[in-house]
């Protein structure tokens, strides 16, 4: 198995925005619902977004309106592009490509 490899994390003020990405295998990308994921601090993680292989996309209630997912088939790639950020979102974002297969993680601080 191949993990996804997640990059585009960073140090950000609030209100601005980071575009996440993650890549992942050739080989399961065009049939696998891809996900995101963030962990803060002390709390469990949490599931932020995910994407179909037809697009279909789902997110977090608390967070529908600020972030959006998409993929890039061509690519083998799923982004999470943020907006509006806020201290609170800041934690370590996981991307998932289902079958136990996780990333790394990217960093996402987002000061006050």
């Known amino acids: 198995q191949v993990q996804p490899v997640e990059s585009g994390g960073g140090l950000v003020q609030a209100g601005g925005s980071l575009r996440l990405s993650c890549a992942a295998s050739?080989?399961?990308?065009?049939?696998?619902?891809m996900e995101w994921y963030r962990q803060a601090p002390g709390k469990q993680r949490e599931q932020v977004a995910l994407?179909?292989?037809?697009?279909?996309?789902d997110y977090a209630d608390s967070l529908k309106g600020r972030f959006t997912i998409s993929r890039d088939n061509a690519k083998n790639t799923v982004y999470l592009q943020m907006n509006n950020l806020k201290p609170e979102d800041t934690a370590v974002y996981y991307c998932?490509?289902?079958?136990?297969?996780w990333g790394q993680g990217t960093q996402v601080t987002v000061s006050s």
């Open positions: 998932y490509a289902g079958v136990g297969r």
């Open positions: 050739a080989s399961i990308f065009s049939i696998t619902t």
């Open positions: 994407i179909t292989p037809s697009g279909y996309t």
